[in-house]
């Protein structure tokens, strides 16, 4: 069975930093990609950041709304993939979701995803 579980939302003022975490167990995390998406309220889901398993080089990918802001990284050896979110504006406030995929090859597109975490709640105040 896999499991995702996030942890490190809460609340921070405009301007602040938090970083995410989402312990992975029951997949081959070395060959899987592995992505934050988030729902902020009354939205639809969307695409934060997402990386490809280990190959040779990685790829990553972010959102334009926090490119510059956030970085998204992974340890291999702890099975874990992390957010680190700075400058956090309001808009940032949402639930974050961890996802992993089956497949080693990032994409940005939520449905290609196969595992999701329960998410974990960001919000910035102003």
């Known amino acids: 069975q896999v499991t995702l579980v996030e942890s490190g939302g809460g609340l921070v003022q405009a301007g602040g930093s938090l970083r995410l975490s989402c312990a992975a167990s029951g997949l081959t995390f070395r060959s899987s990609a592995m992505g934050w998406f988030r729902r902020a309220p009354e939205k639809e889901r969307e695409f934060v950041a997402v990386?490809?398993?280990?190959?040779?080089?990685?790829?990553?990918y972010y959102a334009d709304s926090v490119k510059g802001r956030f970085t998204i990284s992974r340890d291999n050896a702890k099975n874990t993939v992390s957010l680190q979110m700075s400058s956090l504006k309001p808009e940032d406030t949402a639930v974050y979701y961890c996802?992993?995929?089956?497949?080693?090859?990032?994409?940005?597109?939520?449905?290609?995803?196969?595992?999701w975490g329960q998410g974990t709640q960001v919000t910035v105040s102003s």
């Open positions: 996802a992993a995929r089956r497949s080693g090859s990032a994409t940005m597109t939520e449905s290609d995803y196969d595992y």
């Open positions: 990386l490809n398993a280990p190959w040779s080089f990685s790829y990553t």
